[in-house]
């Protein structure tokens, strides 16, 4: 059999690429910078299989475009919304994705997003910085307290029960909306209740979202959802930006619907809503989820098992598609 060929449409660590050149012919685009459309299109139609970035955009157009026998598409991201699954589907191409090695990194900057923005660190280090800090002041940069608050998880699979776990150290009352609801022994264990949208906007001092982007999450909170929020409450989102209308957000949060809000994701990554960085109480990060050099690490080279998999013929480990398997 000819050594299959892989497309690597961005750096990845060391360790990945190396896996990748042992198994298959790689080309790596080491510019650093996404492959613009087209330029991902022509030299993708050189290859089998390619290894991807969420910032690479695989539509209904680009998959069309593959040459026949091309077989697949491994994401380094556990989101594979950039990729059009049944177009893949439909032309017989592999997609998988990272899931599992990025919860608990994941989690973690979901906490230290509401940290942030509950305590207000990042207006009071601009402060430090600035020289301002001239003496302590009994009412200077109040937040808000995290124990003892009420955290509503929207989206409780792998991610937010990661985040719900991590609750219990700061005695928080939590609720979450899913899907459906979890069962019940796992329910118990997390000491998590299940509560409408409706119930959860309304009552949560902290509400963090883990859903994956969907067109049924798509503007999931939207103004009405804005509203009905306390106006105390901090908004985390650490899923994908498109799960929040931002122009509505920003809105919302000059009108005073909410408190504050993290984010690490933005609608149209990587630009900004008009607005939204002028507003004090936002904690605004460059989509940061997983990037802990371990766990950046562990989805390289995940994807890049995957990849491998796909292109001896057997089913990848993290396929998404099952359909797209002819084994
Ligand atoms: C990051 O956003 C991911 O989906 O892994």
Redesign the pocket.
Known sequence: MATPRVLQTNRLPASATAYLRAHAEVEVNESGDPLPPQELRRRAAAHDGVVCL?TDRFDAQLIGALPTGFKVIANV???YDNIDVAAASSRGIMVTN?PGV?TETTADLAWALLMAAARRLVEADRYVRAGRFRRWELMDFLGCDVHGATLGIIGMGRIGQAVARRARGFAMRLIYHNRRPLPAPLEQELAASYVPLETLLGEADFISLHVPLTPQTHHLIGMPELRRMKPTACLINTARGPVVDEAALVIALRDGCLGAAALDVYEREPALSPGLAELPQTVLLP?L??ASRRTRERMARMAAENCVAALRGERPPNLVNPEAFRG
Do not use: I, R
């Open positions: 969420l991201a556990v989101g990272t990025l989509h989820g997983s």
